[in-house]
């Protein structure tokens, strides 16, 4: 496993490989990597030759207040990780490699970040495309896989790489789950033992809202109104948004029909959680 800490020994690498007909699967991370990364490098083995994960914890899709300074950076375990799950290669920048000072280009998508996160999380999105699309011209991946733990990012993604004719496959892997339901993040790391218990509340009421939908239920009102209910009941929590939007473009809906997407953003302590399902109407 090779750790590459300048574009130009990625460059390098990636052009012997690609000399060697390899196919090349990609995938961006920002580190603290947990069985939803794992997952990712999985299914980036099984369908490419060769495989690349970055590992960089991007300051421009954090905002002032967010938690870029206490972000886990276990590099050494991260490491391992990726040797664990036969990567080729960890691309680990550090800020100066990524972004000259006198860098002065980002990559915008619009309407698709402006609901969800986007409201909450000004510039964040704007972070994600630009570093994303740099990513993508460093490595030029035949491939990159995302979560969809992050489906407003897996969206903006899909968008930005048709819209800007970027030759890379995009594929989305299923949400990791805990054996009790909770989405796997970096961030559970800072839930205490209490707040992670009550935290279970965001996949119960998304499987709720999930078999209510299977019952035939397609009111959105009254499916979000019951969310928050039984979110706000489980303990004190800032709730950022519940919404059922198109799962494609992200537009709001009234009524769940076709392929829907429940998602959530809850604050629970100092802990700012997402969770999302699909469901069908
Ligand atoms: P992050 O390191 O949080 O930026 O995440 C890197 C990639 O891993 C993104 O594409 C995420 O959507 C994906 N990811 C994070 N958590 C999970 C999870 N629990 N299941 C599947 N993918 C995930």
Known sequence: MNKLETI????????????????????PTMGALHEGHRSL????????????????????????????????????ADLAACREEGVGAAFCPSVAEMYPPDSVTTVTVSRLTEG????????????????????????????????????????????????????VE??????????????????NSYLSAGERAQALSLSAALRWAEAQVRAGQRDVESLVREMRRQIDAAGPCGIDYIEIVDADDLRPKAVV???????????IGNTRLIDNMVVEG
């Open 8 to 27: 130009e020994q990625v460059r390098k690498y990636v052009g012997e490989a690609r000399k060697a007909g390899r196919r090349i699967g990609f995938v």
């Open 41 to 76: 490098m999985r299914a980036a083995r099984a369908a490419c030759d060769e495989v690349i994960v970055s590992i960089f914890v991007n300051p421009t899709q954090f905002g002032p207040g967010e938690d870029f300074e206490r972000y886990p950076r276990p590099l050494e």
């Open 116 to 167: 969800l996160c986007g409201a909450h999380r000004p510039g964040h999105f704007n972070g994600v495309t630009t570093v994303v699309t740099k990513l993508f011209n460093i490595v030029q991946p035949d491939v990159a896989f995302f979560g969809q733990k992050d489906a407003q990012q897996a969206a903006v993604i899909r968008r930005m790489v048709r819209d800007l004719c970027m030759p």
């Open 170 to 187: 995009i594929v989305v892997c299923p949400t990791v789950r805990e054996p009790d339901g909770l989405a796997i993040s970096s961030r």
């Open 257 to 267: 029909e076709g392929r829907c997407l429940i998602a959530l953003a809850v604050r």
